[in-house]
């Protein structure tokens, strides 16, 4: 059984920062792709940021220069670093984990919240 445990989101005003973490347990194989996605009330889950055990990183580009994907493959976490946070950042920002053959892995959601 594996699961993701996030932590780190809450209520920050416009321009500020954040810093999600995921930490994953149990069996677990690489290669693997460790994740960031968020959902928007009313709106589709959306990919946020991925990174590779190879270390390629992709960004949506509504975040690209402002956010940050990193991880350490010793601690099964991938980190999220946010900085110039916008109102259209709110959201529940889920961490996902997945390697070949499953179909991944979510963790239980974080909220994000950018008052303006």
């Known amino acids: 059984q594996v699961q993701l445990v996030e932590s780190g989101g809450g209520l920050v005003q416009v321009g500020g920062s954040l810093r999600l973490s995921c930490a994953a347990s149990?069996?677990?194989?690489?290669?693997?792709?460790m994740g960031w996605y968020r959902q928007a009330p009313g709106m589709q889950r959306e990919l946020v940021a991925q990174?590779?055990?190879?270390?390629?990183?992709d960004y949506a580009d509504s975040v690209k220069g402002r956010f940050t994907i990193s991880r350490d493959n010793a601690k099964n976490t991938v980190y999220l670093q946010m900085n110039s946070l916008k109102p259209e950042d709110t959201a529940v920002y889920y961490c996902k984990l997945i390697w070949v053959g499953v179909s991944g892995y979510w963790g239980q959601g974080t909220q994000v919240t950018v008052s303006s």
């Open positions: 990174i590779f055990s190879s270390g390629r990183i």
């Open positions: 149990g069996r677990i194989f690489s290669p693997n792709v």
